[in-house]
């Protein structure tokens, strides 16, 4: 599918200077970034109200079952769970990384004699 969109001429301007720094065509970046915002997680109140909405999808499911747009919708909604869930236990690991090294660091410095 192909889709054509109207940006306002500061950002086309940003766009076009980017896209020659780069050496790609604006469609590529364009289409680059796109997915890049597209695939990158919710901010928090959005994901709430969607994940709300993924919830009560579940619920019905068990309870009366869903229609086919319902199904197909609450695997579009539990694909971005996933992604959520994927970009916090990203920042999870980063984080226990940075505390393992603090640890290891410190650890260094005060060893135990016996």
């Known amino acids: ?34 997915e890049n915002g597209v695939e990158s997680p919710l901010e928090p109140e959005h994901w709430r109200t969607v994940n709300r909405r993924r919830l009560a999808l579940i619920e019905k499911r068990f309870a009366r079952g869903l229609t086919d747009d319902e199904d197909a919708e609450l695997q579009r909604l539990q694909e971005l769970a996933d992604r959520q869930l994927e970009e916090l236990d990203a920042r999870m690991l980063d984080d226990v990384a940075r505390m393992e090294a603090s640890v290891n660091r410190w650890s260094r410095g005060h060893e135990v004699r016996t």
Do not use: F, G, K, Y
């Open 1 to 34: 599918m192909s889709l054509t969109i109207t940006v306002a001429d500061p950002l086309a301007s940003r766009l076009q200077s980017r896209a020659e720094t780069e050496q790609v065509s604006v469609d590529e970046l364009a289409s680059r970034l796109l």
